[in-house]
């Protein structure tokens, strides 16, 4: 179960670049969502299956972080030490930045008292400053967690870790807003979160497949997947009082199927692409995390200022489109920072 790294790291790059992308298309679409009754419903019906379609993003940044982290030996200390450097500066530069954004947009004011001032932008730290960087937050805990994790997973059997596995997704099922009145008393909080997507992603990486047409019923699971959530978010919005983005929802067996078969669909596809293709995806993936915390701030920019948005023409075209725009303009802006002083530290 745990060989030196996952097979065919070349399909981890290319996954983990496409999860990128589907995250800005979330956020790209949301202003649409949040117009449900307000907008047509068939453009509020093309947000929903873009939404449905690229929802399993944060997962597979989770998996993808199990699938390369995992299987590595070293202590907790230097484990922390090492990814928390790398982490926390640049997120406490961009949730700074993000201060700033609200504060010229006028969501925040300061006044002449220092001290208020400070423990303002203390809580805004402590709860995030930006919608997206919940993420961060997340994965912060994950990683205090990961040395214990990782040595039990390079460690187990197999059968072990299918257990973990197992009882995580029957607690992910019972913690749904539909079965949770069927919950028992039991406290098995510490199988939930986002912990099995990093055990899940490990397992996914290292397993050696022997199935039959395997990417093909992969394919079938995923479209299944994206259908699911586009109709019955539809119909949860429409004709419910449950949580209309319910199925939307990372931990969520639904998300779970079309990031699992998504996964295995990009292991076992190597594309034949040109070498330049390849450099233009490395370098772009060197600067994933500082695209991420930047993204969020473009669209603002490209919103207000430019007028790019899912309103520039069909939501199907305008929606994948903005959120393209957004992304090269985010990796032009972090890799610009990165060659001025000291801006490799906060580029990402």
């Not at 597979?60 to 230097?78: D, I, Q, R």
Request: overall charge positive.
């Amino acid at each position: 179960m745990s060989p030196d790294k996952p097979q065919n790291i070349e399909w981890i790059s290319n996954i983990r670049l496409v999860a990128l992308y589907a995250i800005i298309i979330v956020h790209s679409a949301s202003p649409l969502l949040g117009d449900y009754g307000k907008a047509p419903l068939s453009d509020w019906l093309v947000a929903d299956f873009l939404n449905a379609l690229v929802r399993f993003g944060v997962p597979v940044f989770v998996m993808v972080t199990g699938a390369l982290l995992l299987h590595k030996e070293s202590e907790p200390v230097e484990f922390l030490k090492r990814r928390l450097t790398r982490v926390l500066t640049p997120f406490l530069f961009w949730s700074l930045v993000y201060v700033w954004y609200s504060w010229y947009n006028e969501d925040i004011t300061f006044n002449v008292d220092a001290w208020t001032n400070i423990k303002q932008v203390l809580h805004l730290l402590k709860t995030g400053t930006s919608v997206h960087l919940w993420y961060v937050y997340m994965l912060i805990g994950l990683y205090f967690f990961m040395p214990i994790i990782g040595k039990y997973v390079r460690n187990a059997t197999e059968k072990e870790v299918l257990y973990f596995l197992v009882v995580w997704f029957l607690v992910m099922m019972m913690s749904q807003p539909y079965l949770v009145r069927y919950n028992p008393l039991v406290d098995m909080h510490y199988f939930a979160g986002y912990v099995g997507y990093l055990v899940l992603g490990h397992y996914l990486a290292f397993k050696d497949f022997k199935t039959k047409n395997l990417r093909l019923w992969m394919v079938m699971l995923f479209v299944f997947s994206v259908a699911f959530i586009t109709v019955g978010t539809w119909l949860i919005t429409a004709y419910t009082k449950l949580p209309g983005t319910m199925l939307y929802e990372p931990i969520n067996p639904a998300i779970l199927m079309a990031s699992a078969s998504l996964f295995i669909i990009f292991k076992l596809t190597i594309p034949k692409v040109s070498p330049l293709i390849i450099r233009i995806r490395d370098f772009a993936g060197n600067y994933s995390y500082g695209i991420y915390l930047s993204h969020i701030l473009v669209l603002f920019v490209l919103d207000d200022q430019l007028g790019i948005n899912y309103k520039l023409c069909t939501p199907i075209v305008s929606i994948p489109l903005t959120a393209f725009i957004c992304m090269l303009i985010s990796l032009l802006l972090v890799w610009m920072i990165s060659k001025i002083p000291f801006g490799k530290w906060v580029s990402g």
